[in-house]
Every structure is written in C-alpha cells, then in structure tokens.
C-alpha cells in the first residue's frame, strides 16, 4: 500500500487536508502526534486539537521512537497520520539523537509497512532567507533532506497552500476529490 | 460571479498578475490599495505604481474598512483588485481590530458581491522558519488562516513563482493565457 | 535553445534536479559555479560535491563575470548548468557591482547563446516573513526581480520540492520523465 507525504507552511491546512485524506482511506485512522502535551497549555491546545478530530480517528503520542510506533500500530489501524516530521526531527534534535539514521531507519520501514497506509505531515521551512541562527539553518537542512529522501519512498506527494493541494507525485488531487464530508 | 485570490511570495509578480487578470475581467477595474502614503516616500513609492498600472484602473485607498469599501466600490466597478490582505492584517494588529471577525465580515460578503470580480492579493509568508519574535507568529498564523478561509469562498486560486501562475482552484491559467498585452 | 530556471528552496533538491536535466540535455556538460572555494572547509564542501557529480561534468568557478563566462563556455559544452544565482547576487552585492543592470546583461545574452542549453538554478527566498535586516530584505528583493526577469527569458521554468518538479512554463516534467538514472 502506498504512502503519503503532506508538506505545507505554516497555517497552510496540511493537517486538515491530511486528515481527510485519512478519512478516505481508511476505516480505523490513527492519529500519530509527536507533540507532547508537557504543560497545561499544550495539554489544552492537543485536546482542543482532538475534539476538532472526526471521532472515528484514535490517538497516540510518540515523540522520539517514531518508527516502532509506527510498526506496532499498523498491526491495528488501516491508516495512520504522522504529525508532524518537523517536530519529530525538533524532538530528536533536542535529545541528541542522529536524525540522519533515525530517517534512514523510518525511510526503511515504510516500504515494509503494507497494512497500512502511512500519511505523514512535515512542514516546508526553507523557502524564506537563510537563518542568522546555525541551529536553525541545521534544521532547516535536516528537513529538507528528511522531505527529499521520504519523497522517493511514498508513492504520493502533496504540496499544500491555503488548504488546496499541489500534487507533486501520484494520483492529482484536487479540492473537490477530496474535500467532501464523510459520513460519520 | 467568482473571486480570485492570488497567492504569492515577496516580488513574486503576484501584483503584476493580478493586475493582468483584472485587465481580463473587466472594463472598469478599480485598484483598491491597503497601503498607506503616510511620508514623502511612500507617496513616491505609491505614486511610481500608479504609473506603471494601466491608465484604465482607478485608484482607493482604504488601509482598515475593506469590506465596506468593496461593497461600495462594487456599484461603480466590474472588477477591483485589493493589493494586499497581509498588509491589511498588519494595519488591523496594529489598531487592535479583531482580525478573524473582519476576515470572517470579508468572507460573508464576497459571496453577495455579484456585479464585480474580486481579485485578492496576499503574501504567502509560512514557508519559511519558525520567526524568534512573537507578534510575527502570530500574524503568520493570522495569515495563513486568513487565506484557508478565503480559498473556500474564492472559485479561483492562484500561487504565483517567478511571475507564473500555479493554479490551486479553479481555471488553470497559463502563462499564454494572461500574458498577451491588453490593447489600450 | 531554450534555456531552463529551476527555482526551489533551501535543500530541496533543486541541483539535484537540474544535474539530472542536464546529463539528458548534451553530452558535455558544464558545471559553472559560483561558490568561490576560499577556505579549506569550503574547499572541502566544492571536492565533496564534485565527486557526488556524474565524471560527465566539467567545472568551472566564477562568482562575479557569470555571462562572460557563459558565453565563452557554449564554444566548448553544449550544456551548462549554472549553481546558483542567488549566490551570485550575494557575490554582485558584496563586491558593489550593479545587480539591476548585471542581471540584465545576462537576460540580453541568453536569447544569444544558441549552441548551448543554460540551466539556471536559483533560491526561492521570498515565502518567509518579512526580515528584520534591511540587508536581508534588499537581496530577498533582488532575488524576486531577477526570478522574475529570467523567467520571462526562460523557455522551461520549474519549482522544486522535495527534490519533485512543478513545472511553472514549458514542457511538464514528472519525476519519471526526469529520474530515470543515465547511462555512463
């Protein structure tokens, strides 16, 4: 089964566009975040965040071991929306882990998830000028490299502005393929 | 009739763009400006893009009250192109105007405007890294919903690189199907 | 000969992509770049980069005298793959040269160079906020302009994410069009 990468700015209506692509898709979607609600806000916004969710979508949070989350929730769920690569790759950055192997491993995996259908979310951050700041011009490289080597894997890309797709690989979506409510 | 909105980066061509769509549109085009000629410079810099614009489109400035100035603006013109909603957004912010409710005011009245084509410009400014300075999270985040929201309403959107249209909604415009002079 | 643009941001594969352009478009390519290899780190970087290259390619170096040096390299290549405007505009800036009118001696010669394919690669700059650092903003400016000029020239214009083209102008690649890995 094919996999899916969603890639937007910010505020651009990737997740929205993501989740119904996983409505679509299947009939037990996961919700994979790898936010972590640490503080009152962030469990407010996470929760506020799941209400806004259709009920059929369940809910995990992995920041770090994303890929075994993966794997173990695919013997489960027919679908399963990542969100978000970006701060995956923040996570494992601030805990010191090699993001370049952590993609590899997850690059690797993916093709031998069949199950399921992956659709992961990431954000496209290098379209501004350079950073001033080293840290953020790491990142920067960190994700465009992790969106190029995850590009060759899935067999759909999508490339969101204001909530419309631009398909950049795979089936051509457009807004009304898949905008239409889906019944509960 | 539809409205456009016209996406784009920092001297993208979106002004030039939109400025040849409206030419298309309408006989009576009216360039509606959310700037203000507040010193010396900018009423050079305003002043200088008056010239260059065709001599068929008249000119309003109305840097806050958009919506009221598009209702009246569309008794008298067939087509009006507001340049740009960010910069609107930033003069809303820094009156303290509720931005969502005047998008959401904008929203409800395109659709009631039926004599003329609205044509939408703004700056696509999620694509790049998280900005340090709060305020401009903010009005990225303000942004970014502001054109979701307008996407929906709009029948024709476009994202606009080097001065060439990809179309997100809509009529797909090439770059032969807007560029041809329009004859005085 | 029409000659190409490719446009992506920061690690999008966009050289990538213009390498793999060029090897189907002659048999002789030239890679003219315009990172000058000043320290031994940045010497390094130039080395590391012109093994990943096909042994198809020959280099050259030239931060500053970009058409002189293109029009003396279409004797001899019948491709030449220019890596990347935006640094040659750091270049012109750092220098004091003129950048207006250095981009418009290259937009009058291209149309001129007609034994070659030029393949132009440049930063996409312009969809982050709005910097800080006047600097910053004139060169993101700068950039804008000439995206804009060459594209008019330009008969194939593409906007590269995640290392996949969307063509903008000209014959519309997809990845498989482009990927396909060339014979030695």
Redesign the interface.
């Known amino acids: 089964m094919g996999h899916v990468?969603v890639?937007g700015?910010?505020?651009?209506?990737k997740t929205g566009f993501a989740e119904r692509l996983a409505m679509r898709a299947g009939e037990q979607p996961l919700y994979l975040a790898t936010a972590q609600a640490l503080d009152a806000e962030m469990r407010e916004r996470v929760k506020l965040h799941q209400q806004q969710r259709h009920k059929r979508f369940a809910t995990l949070e992995e920041p770090i071991a994303l890929t075994t989350a993966l794997k173990a929730a695919a013997k489960s769920h027919d679908v399963i929306l990542v969100d978000c690569l970006t701060l995956w790759i923040t996570n494992l950055l601030g805990t010191n882990h090699d993001v370049a192997r952590a993609v590899e491993e997850l690059a690797t995996a993916l093709p031998t998830i069949e199950t399921s259908r992956v659709i992961l979310v990431s954000n496209?951050?290098?379209?501004?000028?350079?950073?001033d700041?080293p840290l953020?011009r790491t990142?920067?490289?960190l994700?465009?490299?992790t969106?190029?080597r995850?590009?060759?894997i899935c067999t759909d890309?999508h490339?969101v502005?204001?909530?419309?797709?631009?398909t950049?690989?795979g089936e051509r979506l457009?807004?009304s393929s898949v905008l239409p409510p889906v019944a509960d």
């Open positions: 990468l890639l700015g910010a505020r651009s209506g496209e951050v290098g379209l501004g000028i350079v950073p700041n953020a990142f920067r490289d994700a465009g490299a969106h190029q995850l590009a060759q890309v490339f502005v204001a909530g419309l797709p631009m950049l690989k457009t807004e």
